[in-house]
């Protein structure tokens, strides 16, 4: 029996073997892969656009279409932020100085010091600038006013003039900016025009931020001014005479001097001979306005 069934089992077991062979052949030529990948694209088709083929080499490559006309970059967020923050009257103008000139700049006021700085510049028919910080400026309205009316220009330093705070992001140094451009405009009713970065436009602390900040506030309007000459009167530990030596070291020789003081009790105590220094060499003494072409630092010297 068990040969007989064997016996009768094996050609079965060769059509079988040969039917399988047949199947597997055709399973892995090219045409049936084609076939069964068609079907599955007729069954399941792609959620995306259709593949595009490959032109042939004997076909000509279509040209590519037109491109459509480019869409406008899109916007920093920021840029939407405080739409009344532009300088109104900033048309990219400079004046060029026709003589000596040096523009006098006090820094970090109001203070107790600036009514006696205002009587020096007063007596000596000398018109400054001053760069303030909205936190000293908040309860000394009336010193805000009177540089506005004695003639002299008020411009923007910063709000809080606390360098990690402005210089985390754009968003942060506008947020400062704009909160002290509001308190000069309510004190006074002058819409300042030019401003000045703490610690220069170039500092250890804006090193990453610096050229976006600048950007953002030039496409507002408004100009920075550096110095070229400083009185060197930021330091802890200062003189009367270290101030007159800083003012000193910057010369007498540039056509424009822009020059840096703050108002400590040393620069107010000599700034009568600081006066008396540039006049002596032939300088006329100007505020800042936006038409002054400003001294700014080289980016370069940062790296
Ligand atoms: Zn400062």
């Given at each position: 029996m068990k040969l007989n069934s064997g016996s009768s089992r094996r050609p079965m077991i060769l059509i079988l073997s040969a039917a399988l062979v047949l199947v597997l052949v055709l399973a892995l030529s090219p045409s049936s892969r084609q076939y069964q990948g068609t079907l599955q694209q007729a069954a399941f088709p792609a959620a995306g656009p259709p593949a595009v083929q490959e032109p042939s080499s004997s076909e000509e490559a279509e040209p590519p279409p037109e491109p459509e006309p480019a869409e406008p970059a899109p916007s920093f967020?920021?840029?939407?932020?405080?739409?009344?923050?532009?300088?109104?009257?900033?048309?990219?103008e400079s004046i060029p100085a026709t003589q000596k000139t040096v523009y006098l700049t006090f820094d970090d006021g109001p203070s107790d010091r600036t009514a006696w700085i205002l009587d020096i510049l007063k007596k000596n028919d000398v018109k400054a600038t001053f760069f303030v910080v909205g936190k000293n400026a908040a309860a000394r309205g009336d010193l805000l006013r009177r540089i506005v009316e004695e003639g002299h220009t008020l411009a923007i330093h910063s709000n809080t003039h606390n360098y990690r705070q402005i210089y985390a992001s754009v968003d942060s140094f506008l947020a400062d900016f704009e909160a002290v451009y509001r308190l000069i405009e309510q004190e006074t009713g002058v819409k300042p025009s030019i401003f000045r970065f703490?610690?220069?436009?170039?500092n250890a602390y804006n090193a990453g931020i610096y050229p976006e900040i600048i950007a953002e506030m030039t496409r507002r309007g408004f100009r920075y001014y550096d110095w070229?000459?400083?009185?060197?009167?930021?330091?802890a530990s200062i003189s009367v005479l270290s101030v007159k030596q800083g003012i000193w070291r910057g010369?007498?020789?540039?056509?424009?001097a822009t020059v840096l003081m703050h108002e400590k009790w040393e620069t107010a105590t000599a700034l009568d001979e600081i006066i008396y220094y540039y006049r002596s060499h032939d300088y006329t003494f100007a505020p800042l306005d936006n038409k002054v072409t400003p001294i700014i630092f080289d980016y370069k010297r940062c790296y």
């Open positions: 967020p920021y840029q939407e932020l405080y739409p009344d923050l532009y300088c109104p009257d900033f048309t990219g703490p610690g220069g436009s170039i070229n000459v400083s009185a060197q009167d930021a330091a010369g007498w020789e540039r056509p424009e």
